[in-house]
């Protein structure tokens, strides 16, 4: 059903939801676009009013190829609405979850698109602070560029930082979403350009692993990882390409290379990238059985139990943010998190901390995503086994039971699993 955002804006169909509102196809003085109507409590929220005003010119005057551009704020009662270009096609999250990893080469093209984005925002004075697959719109009307890869375009411009108010998070706490957050924000340190050079490098790693670099498990886990881990090259990675991640997810801020830096390496990559397929990384893991012990002995998934939150939102492949949402769509759930920022011993692993030495590629964390495929497979396994044993001892009991020729033999036992 249509509704009216402000005078000029007719929305008239769901696009999608988000943790900040919803996106409605819609249509102004101009054509079509995509508006964002945020949620309730938000639009209700006068400090963010006044922010979201302030940030209007900024926002409106990033113009831009590569970033999705906002064309208007509407502020209209308890209304506020991000006006948006519409964007015909999918975020990268579907995408990912579609194909589970690109190729090096549709990988790179597309975050070198981001990356350019990036550099225009960042030459105005914007750090976008959100950088994740479900902010990246790929463009599937337009010509596909290198890889197959369709031309990407960075959104959500803003609404970290809108978010951010000091009336809805505190000094000491966290915006952005964990598995992409860089560690000097876990530090508790102001966000700068160099943080959405560390999110976009975790992106790059997640289109060609499968996963992200340091998710998995509980979210202070997840942060503290970011600060105290390293990773390991990912196998069959070519080395210039890894050059490249590896050094965009320095601890150190100053080390990672600029967007516009990034975007030009990235580009330069690309020939060399031509034809190579997806990483081929984590078939065994598939298969389900070779790292089982090593997982399990890891007492991190122990100590905060199997799936929860950002464990749970990675084996289904989405982003995780920290405040977990309410039942339903658009419910009434906080954007990104208001944890707050732990303390150095916590960092460190403290007394009960959990920091441990990197792991061997290929290896699945306990609490990752992996890991809990893993052990639903193994529980699934264990279930049929049971279920196998439970059957074999009805058929024997009732063989038992009805058997005339007692004889004392049993009849053979069903071939089945038998290890675990
Ligand atoms: N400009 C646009 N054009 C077309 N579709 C859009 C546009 N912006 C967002 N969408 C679609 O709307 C949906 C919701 O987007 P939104 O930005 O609200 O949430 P999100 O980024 O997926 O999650 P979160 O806000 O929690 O980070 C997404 O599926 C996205 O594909």
Known sequence: ????????????????????????????????????????????????????????SALLHLDHPRVVGVRDLVVDGNELAL?????????????????????????????????????????????????????????ALS????????????????VAKLIDSPSRTRATSIIGTPDYL?????????????????????????L??????????????????????SVAPLPGIPDELWQLIHQCLAKAPASRLRAVELATRLRELLPSLEGLPPLDIDEHVEDGYEHDEADEGDGEGAAHGPATGA????????????????VGPDANRDTHTSMRVPAADELAGGAHGTARAPRPVGEARAGSA?????????????IGVVAALVAAALAVGGWLATSEDDTGSLPAPAAGYSGD
């Open 1 to 56: 059903m249509a509704r009216k955002i402000g005078s000029r804006y007719t929305a008239h169909q769901i696009l999608g939801r988000g943790s900040a509102g919803t996106v409605w196809l819609g249509d102004g003085p101009e054509g079509p676009v995509a508006i964002k109507l945020l949620r309730e409590d938000l639009a209700a929220d006068q400090d963010l009013v006044e922010r979201f005003v302030q940030e209007r």
């Open 83 to 139: 006006v948006m270009d519409l964007v015909r096609g999918t975020d990268l999250r579907t995408r990912l979850e579609r194909d589970r990893r690109l190729a090096p080469e549709a990988a790179a093209a597309i975050a070198a698109d981001v990356a350019d984005g990036l550099a225009a925002a960042h030459a105005a004075g914007l750090v976008h602070r959100d950088v994740k697959p479900e902010n990246v719109l790929l463009d």
């Open 143 to 158: 010509l596909e560029g290198p890889g197959g890869a369709p031309p990407a375009l960075l959104t959500d411009f803003g």
């Open 182 to 206: 860089a560690p000097e924000i876990v530090e508790g340190l102001p966000p700068r350009a160099a943080v959405d050079i560390y999110a976009l490098a975790t992106v790059l790693y997640e």
């Open 208 to 229: 060609l692993a499968g996963f992200t670099p340091f998710g998995g498990g509980h979210p202070g886990a997840v942060l503290r990882r970011h600060v105290t881990e």
């Open 311 to 326: 464990a749970q939102a990675a084996a289904g492949g989405g982003a995780v943010p920290l405040v977990h949402s309410r």
């Open 370 to 382: 992996r890991h809990h495929r893993v052990a639903e497979r193994r529980r699934r396994l264990k």
